[in-house]
């Protein structure tokens, strides 16, 4: 049956039409009947007629309108019937999809009582589905939660308009925000029946997005920050041909790394005319990090600028490409002069008149001159650790031990360090032995000896030496000879003067005494 309301309307509805019917039958059938008939004695007999005939009209009149009004609340409660079925259904629907979903599911009805939630919903309030059903916000929130729940639903209800809510709820393992959207439930005739709503835990994603801005937040004070030069571009493709790049983006240093300046916005074209057509293998470059995502690194000559650059690229999104750059010039230029000075040092090194040699600290000689190998002659292999050199060279144990000690002192002083010239005993391959001063320098990780051989000297001062200890003993000879005859000439005089004669013998170059004789 229809709702109390309808089943009176219906029946105000035929008794309406009865009163009609029959206020007109009354009014309008006497007027005729007395206007066809004048007879009292027929006007009687027929006056009874119409009562049976108002009795029998009415009758069916009602009949008509008691099936009419039976019917239309046999309509409305089916109509009724089915709205409960379908809203039934509808709720069964909704709780089925609500269930296996890991969002909240909620449904309240016109007078805010929940009528369906799911598990997930449950969780959060910490109650059973029966311990929630048929109660309301207030129930089961703190005041200040419930009323804003109540009102949102109050506005949902009056303009059917979608709201959005954003809630914080405690719990185990710390606060955690919901974002809900509260909406219309609406039944089968599209009449508003309740509200629902579904919240999202977004806790895990404001997290993210916090994070994400903080790494944001650090990844501009990087690049900002950034000595090099950075820009951020987009290749540009004629086909596959990549034919320019567009500036999206620099940060600070790279005017004062590149020299160029008010380039976002444009083509490299545009910024270094003819740069294009001129560096197409740097097109390449840049088209296949933007291309494949692999990132590279790439030393380049520019020759619009006359400056050498580092690049280091990436690929931050299919298309596109990050170019950090660096002013390498000066760089270069200190390489190209330290080759130059090496290629100079390697050639003095290896036409040097004097044995040169390198040696490591793990005990391994590294490079020798041709005039270390001449000198010594054996070859590379027989000589190429220091042990093993100083078992072939050094005459003897002690010598070898004593070069042992040299060495290690050598190695305990400061890079930089040179030692003091000393000379060794050398025995080369062939037997012969040549004397060599040897000086040591310090590298830190290597060892320079140097050796100059100096047995031709030394040969020439032993035989100078033997020269001047010959003319040292023919002096002394001469010596002791002159004095024999300078100590008779002083005989003869004193006794020339005894006998009152003049002394023969000049000697007045002689030291004299008193009486002026010389001593």
């Given at each position: 049956?229809?709702?109390?309301?309808?089943?009176?309307?219906?029946?105000?509805?035929?008794?309406?039409?009865?009163?009609?019917?029959?206020?007109?039958?009354?009014?309008?059938?006497?007027?005729?009947?007395?206007?066809?008939?004048?007879?009292?004695?027929?006007?009687?007999?027929?006056?009874?007629?119409?009562?049976?005939?108002?009795?029998?009209?009415?009758?069916?009149?009602?009949?008509?309108?008691?099936?009419?009004?039976?019917?239309?609340?046999?309509?409305?409660?089916?109509?009724?019937?089915?709205?409960?079925?379908?809203?039934?259904?509808?709720?069964?629907?909704?709780?089925?999809?609500?269930?296996?979903?890991?969002?909240?599911?909620?449904?309240?009805?016109?007078?805010?009582?929940?009528?369906?939630?799911?598990?997930?919903?449950?969780?959060?309030?910490?109650?059973?589905?029966?311990?929630?059903?048929?109660?309301?916000?207030?129930?089961?929130?703190?005041?200040?939660?419930?009323?804003?729940?109540?009102?949102?639903?109050?506005?949902?209800?009056?303009?059917?308009?979608?709201?959005?809510?954003?809630?914080?709820?405690?719990?185990?393992?710390?606060?955690?925000?919901?974002?809900?959207?509260?909406?219309?439930?609406?039944?089968?005739?599209?009449?508003?029946?309740?509200?629902?709503?579904?919240?999202?835990?977004?806790?895990?994603?404001?997290?993210?997005?916090?994070?994400?801005?903080?790494?944001?937040?650090?990844?501009?004070?990087?690049?900002?920050?950034?000595?090099?030069?950075?820009?951020?571009?987009?290749?540009?493709?004629?086909?596959?041909?990549?034919?320019?790049?567009?500036?999206?983006?620099?940060?600070?240093?790279?005017?004062?790394?590149?020299?160029?300046?008010?380039?976002?916005?444009?083509?490299?074209?545009?910024?270094?005319?003819?740069?294009?057509?001129?560096?197409?293998?740097?097109?390449?470059?840049?088209?296949?990090?933007?291309?494949?995502?692999?990132?590279?690194?790439?030393?380049?000559?520019?020759?619009?600028?006359?400056?050498?650059?580092?690049?280091?690229?990436?690929?931050?999104?299919?298309?596109?490409?990050?170019?950090?750059?660096?002013?390498?010039?000066?760089?270069?230029?200190?390489?190209?002069?330290?080759?130059?000075?090496?290629?100079?040092?390697?050639?003095?090194?290896?036409?040097?008149?004097?044995?040169?040699?390198?040696?490591?600290?793990?005990?391994?000689?590294?490079?020798?001159?041709?005039?270390?190998?001449?000198?010594?002659?054996?070859?590379?292999?027989?000589?190429?650790?220091?042990?093993?050199?100083?078992?072939?060279?050094?005459?003897?144990?002690?010598?070898?031990?004593?070069?042992?000690?040299?060495?290690?002192?050598?190695?305990?002083?400061?890079?930089?360090?040179?030692?003091?010239?000393?000379?060794?005993?050398?025995?080369?391959?062939?037997?012969?032995?040549?004397?060599?001063?040897?000086?040591?320098?310090?590298?830190?990780?290597?060892?320079?000896?140097?050796?100059?051989?100096?047995?031709?000297?030394?040969?020439?001062?032993?035989?100078?030496?033997?020269?001047?200890?010959?003319?040292?003993?023919?002096?002394?000879?001469?010596?002791g000879r002159e004095l024999d005859m300078i100590e008779m000439k002083r005989t003869v005089n004193a006794l020339s003067a005894e006998l009152g004669r003049a002394p023969p013998h000049a000697l007045e170059f002689l030291p004299t005494d008193r009486r002026g004789v010389p001593r």
């Amino acid at each position: 049956m229809g709702s109390p309301s309808s089943r009176q309307r219906g029946v105000y509805r035929v008794v309406a039409a009865y009163a009609v019917f029959a206020a007109l039958w009354i009014l309008l059938s006497d007027h005729l009947l007395g206007w066809l008939v004048q007879d009292p004695a027929r006007l009687v007999r027929y006056a009874m007629y119409k009562g049976w005939a108002f009795v029998a009209v009415t009758s069916v009149l009602l009949y008509v309108l008691v099936q009419r009004q039976s019917r239309h609340q046999q309509r409305i409660h089916q109509h009724e019937i089915d709205s409960v079925l379908e809203t039934h259904r509808a709720y069964e629907l909704l709780a089925a999809v609500a269930e296996h979903s890991e969002d909240l599911i909620f449904a309240l009805d016109t007078g805010h009582r929940y009528r369906l939630v799911n598990k997930a919903a449950c969780e959060l309030v910490g109650l059973p589905a029966h311990e929630i059903l048929d109660h309301g916000p207030r129930d089961l929130f703190p005041p200040e939660v419930a009323d804003k729940f109540i009102a949102i639903g109050e506005q949902v209800l009056a303009d059917g308009v979608p709201r959005r809510l954003e809630q914080v709820f405690p719990g185990p393992s710390g606060p955690r925000t919901y974002m809900a959207i509260i909406g219309a439930l609406r039944g089968p005739d599209h009449e508003l029946i309740g509200t629902f709503g579904v919240a999202r835990d977004m806790t895990e994603r404001q997290r993210a997005e916090q994070a994400l801005r903080a790494s944001e937040a650090t990844y501009h004070t990087l690049v900002d920050n950034l000595h090099n030069g950075l820009a951020h571009c987009r290749m540009i493709f004629d086909g596959d041909r990549p034919v320019d790049y567009e500036i999206l983006r620099v940060n600070p240093a790279h005017r004062s790394v590149t020299g160029l300046d008010d380039v976002v916005g444009r083509r490299m074209s545009q910024v270094l005319p003819g740069y294009c057509e001129e560096n197409p293998e740097s097109l390449e470059t840049f088209a296949r990090v933007a291309r494949t995502g692999e990132p590279m690194r790439w030393e380049h000559f520019l020759v619009a600028q006359q400056r050498w650059y580092s690049f280091s690229i990436f690929s931050p999104a299919p298309g596109e490409f990050v170019l950090v750059s660096d002013n390498i010039t000066e760089r270069k230029r200190a390489e190209a002069a330290l080759a130059d000075s090496e290629a100079r040092f390697r050639r003095l090194f290896e036409h040097a008149p004097i044995a040169l040699a390198t040696s490591h600290r793990d005990g391994h000689i590294g490079e020798v001159n041709r005039e270390f190998m001449a000198m010594l002659g054996y070859d590379r292999a027989e000589i190429a650790t220091i042990d093993q050199w100083r078992q072939r060279v050094l005459p003897d144990e002690a010598a070898r031990q004593s070069h042992v000690l040299a060495w290690q002192r050598q190695w305990a002083e400061p890079a930089g360090t040179a030692s003091e010239p000393v000379e060794q005993v050398w025995v080369c391959k062939n037997g012969t032995r040549r004397t060599v001063l040897l000086s040591r320098l310090n590298l830190g990780e290597d060892m320079l000896v140097s050796g100059v051989d100096i047995t031709a000297r030394k040969a020439a001062e032993e035989e100078l030496r033997l020269r001047v200890e010959e003319l040292e003993r023919f002096n002394q000879a001469s010596v002791g000879r002159e004095l024999d005859m300078i100590e008779m000439k002083r005989t003869v005089n004193a006794l020339s003067a005894e006998l009152g004669r003049a002394p023969p013998h000049a000697l007045e170059f002689l030291p004299t005494d008193r009486r002026g004789v010389p001593r």
